[in-house]
């Protein structure tokens, strides 16, 4: 049979025994009293609750009926008792303590403190006038402490009411303190003297055992010296603080720390008015205009105490647009968690990483840099100022919600470990009999000590990612440098402003900036957060008025789409990514209308990272097989990949990333993707339309810019088509099945979509646009056996498999090598041909009225000159010197500066060339959004091309004369090697 002892042990006493013993002790009534036993078991350490109640009845028995009379009284009194040893020794002094404030005469805290201490609480300047008026301050204070603790541990007052309830009660105290000091310092009549309360008391969110932080502040009273007035201001402040840190047989209350004030512990402790203001306008450092966010009047003279806190408040809010502001605040940080001890840093609640500095710090940065322009974020308290910067969608809805949960947590714990003994401390104990007890303060019963470590350490990990993310937001440099008036994207200098920042049409930015900020909506607010740092960037961009057009349109089209106003605000990069990309290039804008959540792929370097062309073949294969006989969505998928890989290889291109060789590969891979896409699309559909297997081979081979690895943006894709029959296939129904597949796959890239077309150009072929679209591979061979022209070998030099049978492509592959790379090099009457064609190609082929200047294929010096250079080293020795067997324009000359055939300096001048007028041909397109060989004549647009190559705002001239000088020198070389040698 189990004992008493056992039962109370079982019940959650630590030592039932002696349990058993403090319960007899109390009387035969409290032994039967299940409802008393009930309120002890709850409390979180029963046997220090059990303790201080056996003490506190043996001082006063009576305590027992009131508590049996009032049993929401007991659960308060012994859930006080259960969690704080220093309010039980209180009580046992003070039973009288026990049951709280008259609720029929309540007083106010101040009334009631000053009442303590003999002064009278109507008038302005209370003088103490009772004996031992320190004790009696302490004891009061202390009594209306235990009757808040009792509402706060039983859920009767929430934290933010606890909060400021205490902030009230420490403000009481200073009024009490106050009044005391004027007892006892003659002349005290002389100034008045304002108290404003800082850090947490400021905020009303104090806990229970902290330093009170004040700013002391005195004017004259009139007619009297102002060195007087602070003369005894000054005796009156040091009086006042005694009054409150004096230890006494009752304790004392805390320290009041003046620390806060100009020139901290150095400066003097009283101020005037204008002294304070003209030392936070010359000299005061950032942490003080941080510290100066929570400022608040809190005793003596109120009304010079609110004139104070008005006239700072002006340049708390004006302090973020301080050189290095928020990198001032950020260095504070570091250099508050420095201090801390590294034996405590992972025990520490409240400086050590994931406390709760971490929240209060980046919830006053962010109210600091954004409060400038928005008044509803300018909150004192911690929580009401998340919410706010919440609702203003200058922090996530979820951030928010978890910063507030993490801090609410913490301040909880914060309360349990100082209610204890009073005293002001944010280490976590490592006993585990505290634990326990801090765990079953929480309402953790079944595993106290597990379920508030994991919860606690759960809760500073998320706070510290939240922290880093939301305090070192790189967005919050760029807000706090914008000139307040920019910032505010509303002042009547608005349309200046925006001329100055090089806006062609003001009123039109205007529009759009108030069709993305207007309302009250969080899209709205997160865009009134955004938009001001993100003008500058448009500014910074070649063409403004585009970025902002673009960003209103992406915009609009992603609508209320969680993630993408929440990943500009959260990941500057991005924004900042974006805003050039939008403001540089109208390709890269007109391919994000159309599928806006490629935004996405802004967040970091490796999602602009050009995909593996392996990578590519398997999704356009995937997506064809998706779609099974559907050869229209198919190839709808197929051309939404390139789309997007497009949007990728534009902005790795403007971003620095990828060179022009790089660009010209990636183009080309991607295009061989989506031609293998179309061409297995297309095979299937006709093979279905057959009923019957499909009856030929068929392969793909890539040519001209294509074949060479070079394609530009706005490339067609240059290719011929080989089929070889089946066995047993009749070679009329193969070539009219090849040829329906060819037709289908030039059809179906180039049919009308929101996705860029991909034409198909077959006009490299045998006997050109009139030989046939499709041939057998004997056909090919029997033409160039017979019929073959220099001009066709040449084409062939950039031939390569493409698509569609290997094995065939191959085939095909080593027919063609022969003729294109003959051993016996190239006849003198063919070299002759190619020389009268392409003298011809010049006099003809240029555009009528395009300058030879600036024309980027057919100019002098261009594309064209360079490539026939490469391909006539090629069709003369590349029989005999494998080197130059590559498709590749760079790579032929690189080669043949290897074998001796070009000199060294001669291939870096074509190669500068070529690279040149690659980059230029694709800058256009960049820019304008359609392609074009010749150089904009157009001024502005030309100027905007400079800017998309790199060129300064004002260096569109340099960029014609570069150019001009680069191809002025290719083709000197051109005219030496190709037309000479």
């Excluded at 559909?685 to 810019?705: D, L, N, Q």
């Amino acid at each position: 049979m189990q004992t008493t002892a056992g039962r109370l042990a079982r019940l959650g006493f630590a030592d039932g025994a002696r349990a058993e013993r403090l319960l007899d002790a109390l009387g035969p009534e409290a032994v039967a009293d299940f409802d008393l036993l009930d309120d002890l078991v709850s409390a979180a350490d029963p046997d220090l609750a059990l303790t201080s109640l056996s003490r506190l009845v043996e001082r006063d028995p009576s305590v027992l009926g009131a508590l049996r009379a009032d049993p929401g009284l007991r659960r308060r009194l012994l859930r006080v008792l259960g969690l704080s040893a220093a309010l039980g020794d209180h009580v046992v002094r003070h039973p009288e303590h026990v049951t709280g404030p008259d609720p029929e005469e309540p007083l106010s805290h101040r009334e009631e403190l000053l009442f303590a201490v003999g002064a009278d609480p109507s008038l302005p300047e209370p003088v103490a006038s009772g004996e031992n008026a320190l004790d009696a301050l302490r004891a009061s204070y202390r009594g209306r402490l235990l009757h808040l603790a009792g509402l706060d541990v039983t859920g009767v007052l929430t934290l933010a009411e606890i909060a400021a309830e205490l902030s009230d009660l420490a403000a009481a105290a200073l009024d009490a303190a106050l009044a005391i000091a004027r007892a006892e310092t003659p002349g005290w009549e002389q100034a008045r003297l304002a108290v404003i309360g800082m850090g947490k008391c400021g905020a009303r969110e104090l806990n229970y055992i902290s330093d009170v932080d004040v700013v002391f502040v005195a004017e004259p009273k009139e007619g009297v010296d102002e060195a007087l007035a602070l003369k005894s201001a000054t005796k009156l402040a040091q009086a006042m603080m005694r009054a409150c840190s004096t230890s006494t047989p009752e304790g004392s209350l805390w320290e009041v720390d003046a620390g806060l004030r100009p020139e901290g512990k150095m400066g003097p402790l009283v101020r005037t008015l204008d002294s304070h203001l003209t030392y936070y306008r010359r000299w005061a450092k950032t942490w003080e205009f941080q510290a100066l966010l929570k400022a608040r009047p809190v005793a003596g003279d109120m009304e010079l105490g609110e004139e104070y806190v008005e006239l700072v408040n002006d340049m708390v809010w004006e302090a973020a647009a301080r050189e290095n502001f928020v990198e001032d605040v950020q260095a504070m940080r570091r250099r508050v968690e420095a201090h801390v001890r590294v034996s405590e840093a992972e025990r520490q609640i409240k400086l050590g990483p994931g406390g709760l500095r971490d929240i209060e710090f980046a919830v006053q940065l962010l109210q600091l840099v954004h409060g400038r322009t928005d008044p509803l974020l300018r909150r004192k308290a911690t929580l009401p100022a998340l919410a706010a910067l919440s609702r203003g969608g200058y922090v996530g809805r979820d951030d928010a919600k978890a910063l507030a949960e993490a801090y609410s947590f913490l301040r909880h714990v914060e309360h349990l470990l100082q209610l204890h003994r009073l005293r002001r401390t944010h280490v976590v104990p490592s006993d585990s009999a505290d634990l326990r007890r801090i765990g079953r303060g929480l309402g953790m019963l079944t595993d106290p000590v597990g379920e508030f470590t994991t919860t606690w350490k759960r809760h500073a990990l998320e706070v510290r990612r939240l922290h880093e993310k939301l305090f070192y937001r790189p967005l919050l440099q760029a807000a706090a440098r914008l000139p307040s008036e920019e910032a505010r994207l509303s002042t009547s200098a608005a349309h200046v402003r925006l001329e100055a920042l090089g806006y062609a049409d003001p009123s039109g930015a205007l529009r759009h900036i108030s069709a993305l900020t207007s309302g009250v909506s969080r899209r709205a607010a997160i865009q009134r957060t955004l938009l001001p740092v993100m003008l500058g960037w448009f500014a910074d961009a070649p063409d403004p008025d585009a970025g902002l057009l673009g960003f209103r349109q992406i915009s609009d089209k992603l609508g209320s789409t969680p993630w993408y106003l929440r990943m500009l605000r959260d990941e500057t990069a991005v924004a900042e990514r974006l805003a050039r990309l939008l403001g540089t290039s109208r390709y890269v804008t007109t391919l994000l209308l159309h599928s806006p959540d490629a935004v996405a792929m802004l967040g970091s370097a490796s999602d602009l990272a050009v995909r593996p062309v392996e990578a590519l073949h398997a999704e356009a294969n995937a997506a064809v097989a998706r779609y099974g006989q559907d050869a229209e969505s198919s190839v709808a998928a197929v051309r939404a990949l390139r789309r997007r890989e497009l949007f990728r290889v534009a902005c790795a291109d403007l971003g620095g990333h990828l060179d022009i060789e790089g660009v010209g590969q990636a183009l080309s891979e991607l295009n061989d993707a989506t031609v293998e896409g179309a061409l297995n699309a297309a095979v299937r559909k006709v093979t279905e339309e057959r009923r019957g297997e499909f009856p030929t081979r068929i392969a793909v081979i890539a040519m001209g810019r294509l074949g060479g690895f070079e394609c530009s943006y706005s490339s067609d894709a240059d290719v011929m088509f080989v089929h070889a029959p089946n066995p047993g296939a009749e070679e009329k129904d193969a070539t009219d099945a090849a040829h329906a597949v060819a037709e289908e796959l030039r059809r179906l890239l180039i049919l009308p979509t929101p996705e860029p077309p991909l034409a198909v150009d077959a006009g490299l072929r045998p006997e050109g646009r009139q030989g046939p679209l499709v041939r057998t591979i004997s056909s090919y061979r029997a033409y160039y056996e017979r019929w073959s022209s220099p001009w066709e070998a040449q084409a062939l030099l950039r031939a390569r498999f493409c698509a569609g049978d290997f094995d065939l492509g191959t085939e095909f592959m080593a027919l063609i090598d022969p003729l294109r790379y003959r051993e016996e090099g190239l006849a003198p009457d063919a070299l002759l041909q190619i020389r009268k064609l392409k003298a011809r190609m010049e006099a003809e082929r240029l555009p009528r009225g395009a300058d030879p200047t600036l024309h980027t294929k057919l100019g002098r010096g261009g594309l064209s000159d360079v490539e026939w250079v490469a391909q006539l080293l090629q069709l003369r020795h590349a029989g005999m010197v494998p080197a130059l067997r590559t498709t590749r324009t760079l790579d032929t000359l690189r080669s043949a500066v290897g074998e001796g055939l070009l000199d060294a300096t001669d291939e870096q001048t074509l190669a500068d060339a070529w690279r040149f007028a690659s980059r230029v041909r694709d800058a256009i397109m960049l820019v304008k959004g359609r392609s074009a060989d010749s150089i904009p004549g157009l001024v502005r647009e030309r100027a905007l091309v400079s800017r998309a190559l790199g060129y300064p705002p004002d260096g569109s001239e340099d960029f014609i004369d570069d150019y001009r000088r680069t191809t002025r020198r290719a083709r000197a070389v051109v005219e030496r090697v190709f037309y000479e040698g």
